[in-house]
C-alpha cells in the first residue's frame, strides 16, 4: 500500500480535485483513509434519489470514504451544519472547499479498480482486478 496525503484549497471542488489527482499520480485502485475540512456548500445526493442536494454552508466535513479509480469515484461523506446537525450521502460536485480538506488515500498498488455496468443496479458498480503481471 502507497499513502497520499492532499490539501485542497479555499474554492477547489472536492470531487474535481480527487478526481485530478488520481490522474495525476496514476492511482488505479485507491480508497480514501480519512479527510476532515470545511466547505461553503455540498451537493449531497441522498439514497434512491437521481438529483443532488445542495446543503448551504459553511459545512463541518466529518468523514469521507470511498473507492477511487481511473474509471470513476465513489464517494459519501458526511457534514454538519453550525449547530452540528450532520447530513451525509453521497458526494457530488459543487462540495467547495471554505478553508481546508485534509485528505489521506491509500494507493492499492495489487489491484485495478474499474466501473462497469451492472444490468441490475443500473449504475457503473466496482470491479475489482488483480494487476496483471
Known amino acids: 500500500m502507497q499513502t497520499h ?3 485542497l484549497v479555499p ?3 472536492l470531487r474535481l480535485a480527487l478526481r485530478d489527482f488520481v490522474q495525476q499520480q496514476q492511482i488505479q485502485a485507491g480508497v480514501i483513509l480519512s479527510a476532515i475540512g ?3 456548500q455540498a451537493n449531497l445526493r441522498f439514497a434512491a434519489r437521481s ?3 445542495t446543503l448551504p454552508g459553511p459545512l463541518e466535513l466529518i468523514s469521507l470514504d470511498g ?3 481511473p474509471d470513476g469515484l465513489h464517494l459519501h461523506g458526511t457534514v454538519a ?3 452540528g446537525h450532520p447530513m451525509a450521502g453521497h458526494i457530488g460536485q459543487g462540495c467547495i472547499v471554505r478553508t481546508t480538506a485534509e485528505i ?3 494507493s492499492l498498488p495489487h489491484l485495478i479498480f474499474r ?4 444490468p441490475k443496479t443500473g449504475y457503473p458498480e466496482l470491479s475489482v482486478e488483480p494487476l496483471p503481471d
Not at 115 to 118: F, G, N, P
Open 5 to 7: 496525503a492532499v490539501r
Open 11 to 13: 474554492g477547489d471542488d
Open 38 to 40: 470545511s466547505l461553503t
Open 51 to 53: 438529483q443532488t442536494t
Open 67 to 69: 473507492t477511487l479509480s
Open 81 to 83: 451544519d453550525e449547530h
Open 104 to 106: 489521506a488515500i491509500a
Open 115 to 118: 466501473r462497469i455496468a451492472d
